[in-house]
């Protein structure tokens, strides 16, 4: 499935103003641009005067048809910063969420 049909396929599911697009360059293949949902959170602890920050969690929600193959260590680039793949998590759904790691 092309970008445009994936896109189009997942209008009906997925509002767009939550869509962002990505790279994925799946190990020894060719990159191709994928629409999901990407989630960037910043893990923090508070240890009484400083708050401390422990970790960044990143994951891409995306449709599975269009990431078939999909394995550990591939890349994925969103928003200027280059992931690599550390965990796949199918939904059961028709959707996969990518845990990315830097």
């Known amino acids: 499935m092309d970008f445009l049909a994936a896109a189009t396929a997942e209008a009906s599911s997925v509002p767009s103003e939550l869509w962002e697009t990505g790279?994925?360059?799946?190990?020894?293949?060719?990159?191709?641009?994928?629409?999901?949902?990407f989630n960037r959170v910043?893990?923090?602890?508070?240890?009484?005067?400083?708050?401390?920050?422990?970790?960044?969690?990143?994951?891409?929600?995306?449709?599975?048809?269009?990431?078939?193959?999909?394995?550990?260590s591939d890349t994925l680039d969103v928003r200027g910063y280059a992931y690599r793949v550390v965990g796949i998590e199918p939904t059961g759904r028709g959707r996969t969420v990518l845990v990315l790691g830097l």
């Open 23 to 37: 790279t994925w360059t799946p190990a020894g293949g060719a990159a191709k641009f994928v629409a999901g949902i």
């Open 42 to 72: 910043s893990e923090v602890s508070d240890i009484g005067a400083y708050i401390e920050a422990d970790g960044v969690s990143a994951r891409f929600n995306v449709a599975t048809s269009v990431v078939p193959g999909v394995a550990l």
